[in-house]
């Protein structure tokens, strides 16, 4: 099942090119504060899953074009990002197997965005900002300490993820968190129609330009093992997104321009940039 939310927190189920509300089933109400209808969705989706099968076939499809595509869980717990987690990437960027020696960090929930929002990108004279194309892991139910073969167990669903990065000395929460930052979508992927994490195709393009390509058999540590690793520091909930490294390839992106990613059997979307004024990231003073 293809989950997406949408033109206002609405959720619908995708099929076909097009969107069937299902909102109704679900029980959320979408003019709630926080928004954290997806999330209750996920912790009680087995319960509703019959309904939301049941409303699917009645509702009438309306094509995704016609659609605004929202980040499907804007209210996380937590957003979970592991760094330099592809061997040529760590090359790349010159910092070996820091995934599995440096564990992982946190970004800003108000960093998510939708498939049908912009990357804005602060005014930030002198620096860099690059594409960097991530499977994001949904988890389904909550768990401390999983076993790394009970892990799978616990994800509900993956979904594309861009991880926006300004270049620099900075801590990666702070170059990272900037709103619009992650995009995540274009909807969730159930994981039973995703089947095996480990042969999973992540490509992502600026404008016509294939700028990564990759396999997540690629990962220095995989998915069970994120899992494992983080939920032997911290609980995971229904909801907790985890960003689980980006491969080789990374670059600018400037405005004007479209980052599409494409993971097999997850999903595609196309993001478009734009410029945006203000935002500070200068050096820091060193911290004694």
């Keep these: ?6 033109d206002g927190g ?53 094509p995704l074009d016609r659609v605004f595509l929202e980040t499907p869980i804007p209210w996380p717990n937590k957003l979970v990002a592991i760094p330099v987690n592809y061997h040529a990437h760590a090359i790349e960027m010159s910092s070996p197997a820091i995934s ?18 912009p990357i804005i990108l602060p005014d930030l004279h002198g620096r860099e900002i690059h594409h960097e194309a991530e499977l994001a892991v949904i988890i389904g139910r909550e768990g401390r300490n999983v076993r790394r073969e009970d892990a799978l167990d616990y994800i509900f669903g ?47 393009w600026v404008n016509d330009t294939l700028r990564q390509s990759a396999n997540t058999r690629d990962m220095i540590i995989d998915v069970p093992e994120i899992i494992a690793m983080a939920s032997s520091v911290m609980t ?29 059997r997850v999903g595609r979307m196309s993001v478009h940039v734009k410029q945006g004024v203000g935002g500070s990231n200068i050096a820091m003073p060193a911290v004694i």
């Design 1 to 6: 099942m293809k989950l997406a939310r949408f």
């Design 10 to 62: 609405r959720i619908g189920i995708v099929e076909n090119g097009n969107v069937l509300d299902v909102t109704a089933a679900t029980g959320v109400d979408t003019t709630m504060w926080p928004p954290v209808g997806m999330v209750q969705l996920i912790a009680k989706f087995a319960d509703k899953k019959d309904a939301l099968v049941a409303a699917a076939k009645k509702a009438q499809p309306v």
């Design 100 to 117: 599995r020696n440096a564990g992982f960090f946190i970004k800003s929930n108000s960093s998510l965005s939708g498939a049908s929002q």
């Design 158 to 204: 993956y979904a594309c993820l861009l991880d926006i990065t300004v270049r620099g000395k900075q801590e990666r929460a702070m170059r990272k968190s900037y709103d619009t930052f992650t995009p995540v979508g274009p909807w969730i992927t159930t994981a039973d129609e995703v089947g095996d994490p480990s042969d999973l195709d992540v490509k992502l």
């Design 236 to 264: 995971l909930y229904p909801g907790d997104i985890i960003a689980t490294g980006t491969s080789e390839g990374v670059g600018r992106i400037a405005d004007g321009e479209v980052v599409t990613i494409e993971i097999s």
